[in-house]
């Protein structure tokens, strides 16, 4: 499975941004898919997570009510809203998805933040 973030950039804090992520697969495939980011000099941290299963999404602490999780089966895209962006929200963020137990993840997208 490919994946390849986009939508990322510079923005304000307090702006928003919208991420995309567009697998090689179709989503319907998958049994899990979310977001991470890796900010420098931190280890990755997982953002998001979406069970399919279950139909429901997961958000670290920090970013829960800030975030938001979607899908659209039509464009077979994933994304990730996100809103009132803080400066430490900078990082470059990844989407990933797990098919049969396997997890994929592609290249990443940048976000910056500034204060």
């Known amino acids: 499975v490919q994946l390849q973030a986009s939508g990322g950039g510079l923005v304000q804090e307090g702006g928003s941004l919208r991420l995309s992520c567009a697998p090689s697969?179709?989503?319907?495939?998958?049994?899990?898919m979310g977001w991470c980011r890796q900010a420098p000099g931190k280890q990755r941290e997982v953002v998001a997570v979406f069970s399919v299963s279950g139909g429901t999404a997961d958000y670290a602490d920090d970013v829960k009510g800030r975030f938001s999780f979607s899908t659209d089966g039509a464009k077979n895209t994933v994304y990730l809203k996100m809103n009132r962006l803080k400066p430490e929200d900078t990082a470059v963020y990844y989407c990933?998805?797990?098919?049969?137990?396997?997890?994929?993840w592609g290249q990443g997208t940048e976000v910056t933040v500034s204060s």
């Open positions: 990933n998805v797990q098919q049969r137990r396997r997890n994929y």
């Open positions: 697969e179709s989503i319907f495939s998958f049994d899990v």
